[in-house]
Each structure stands twice: as structure tokens, then as C-alpha cells.
């Protein structure tokens, strides 16, 4: 069964760190780029950090860009997410998907289950 | 930054319904659209990729046109399980934006 499971959600001060992880199975991890989308209620979906398959490409959304960084190890077929300078705004659910291609154009066919995190003292 | 609407932002219509949502890009995005339908606590789950291409598994009353700036997802005929929020998604500028989300619920 394809899968993907996300991880390391939790309760954080303002200014603090977390550590995310997607761990997949099901599929050949090495071969898809991979997307992380967070959900807020007041700002609904935004996809915030793009990892081509071999890590080598990379864009992030200007929100989060210099504090956040994707990254994946394909040999353990795990996508992480390294959040720093957490602010209150960073509070939502985190989903990772599976980003496929139709010739070029990208889209998310397999999403996790989401991992909840809340930023606050 | 691409910037994406959707209209109505909420609808209300009766099983057997033929519902319409539209989706509009603030620049010409060619078709890097997809859509998704959403229910409460679950994760979105693609419905339509590159603006008109059936997600497998997904029924054929759902279908999508449009290329440039503006889309629509029709739902030919509304049956009990399509209650839900609908998002558009462009990917021409990665690592995506989406639209607020129609909400469709039971008129």
C-alpha cells in the first residue's frame, strides 16, 4: 500500500525549533519529488517547501524561507522538515505528498495524514 | 507570488444537482492546475491534475477545463459523498498556492 506518515508535530514555545519527518512506504521514495503543504484555518493550504527527487532542487514559500529546511534521505525513504524561529503563524496541520508529474506539469497524489504544530508559550 | 481565487466561496445544492466552481490565476499559468476535494480532519485527496485529467479512482461525473487563467470544475450530477471543500492548486511556480476553497454543502 503507498503510504506516507508524518511525525514530530507537537507544542512549541515562540522562537523554538522542531524537527519533522515523512516516513514512506510503497513506493520507489527515491524516484518522486516530494512537497511539504501545511493548513491553517485563517490561511487555508499553502505548499511551503519543494524537494526534487535527489535533493539537489529546491523552493521554498517566501514565509518560510531562511527558517525552515526540507530535506530527505532516500536510503531510509524519509523527507524531514527542520523548522527554527517558530512564530505563532507556523501554527497549522503539516502534510507531506508525494509529487507526481503528467509530462511537467506537478501534482500531490499522495498526501499523509498530517502532523499538528502549535506554536506557543 | 501566483495568487489564486475561487468562486462562489460557498454553495449549497440538493443530490442530483449540477455544480460549478471557478478558479482563477492572477497570471497565466498554462494548465499547472489541480483540484481537490477536502472533508473535515482528513488530508485533501487530488481530484483533477493538469486541469482536465481524471485523478484514478475518481468518478466520472467530476471533470475540469480551462488553461491560462481560468478553470472549472463541474460536478455533473452531486451525490451524497461530494460534500465537501473544494481547493484549486497551481504548480506552475513551485512549492504551490492554492485557492480559499468552495465549500459545498447540503441545500
Known amino acids: 500500500e503507498v503510504q506516507v506518515v508524518e511525525s514530530g508535530g507537537g507544542l512549541v514555545q515562540p522562537g523554538g525549533s522542531l524537527r519533522l519527518s515523512c516516513a514512506v512506504s510503497?513506493?520507489?521514495?527515491?524516484?518522486?519529488?516530494m512537497t511539504w503543504v501545511r493548513q491553517t484555518p485563517g490561511k487555508g493550504l499553502e505548499g511551503i517547501a519543494y524537494?526534487?527527487?535527489?535533493?539537489?532542487?529546491?523552493n521554498y514559500a517566501d514565509s518560510v524561507r531562511g527558517r525552515f529546511t526540507v530535506s530527505r534521505d532516500n536510503a531510509k525513504n524519509s523527507l524531514y522538515l527542520q523548522m527554527h524561529d517558530l512564530r505563532g503563524e507556523d501554527t497549522a496541520v503539516y502534510f507531506c505528498?508525494?509529487?507526481?508529474?503528467?509530462?511537467?506539469?506537478?501534482?500531490?497524489?499522495?498526501w499523509g495524514q498530517g502532523t499538528t504544530v502549535t506554536v506557543s508559550s | 507570488d501566483i495568487q489564486m481565487t475561487q468562486s462562489p466561496s460557498s454553495l449549497s445544492a440538493s443530490v442530483g444537482d449540477r455544480v460549478s466552481i471557478t478558479c482563477r490565476a492572477s497570471?497565466?499559468?498554462?494548465?499547472?492546475l489541480n483540484w481537490y476535494q477536502q472533508k473535515p480532519g482528513k488530508a485533501p485527496n487530488l481530484l483533477i491534475f493538469?486541469?482536465?485529467n481524471l485523478h484514478g479512482g475518481v468518478p466520472s461525473r467530476f471533470s475540469g477545463s480551462g488553461s491560462g487563467t481560468d478553470f472549472t470544475l463541474i460536478i455533473s450530477s452531486l451525490q451524497p459523498d461530494d460534500y465537501a471543500t473544494y481547493y484549486c492548486?497551481?504548480?506552475?511556480?513551485?512549492?504551490?498556492?492554492f485557492g480559499p476553497g468552495t465549500k459545498v454543502d447540503i441545500k
Open positions: 492548486q497551481q504548480t506552475y511556480s513551485l512549492p504551490s498556492t
Open positions: 493538469a486541469a482536465s
Open positions: 497570471q497565466n499559468i498554462d494548465t499547472y
Open positions: 524537494i526534487s527527487s535527489s535533493g539537489n532542487n529546491i
Open positions: 510503497g513506493f520507489t521514495f527515491s524516484n518522486y519529488e
Open positions: 505528498a508525494r509529487t507526481n508529474f503528467r509530462k511537467i506539469e506537478p501534482y500531490m497524489d499522495v
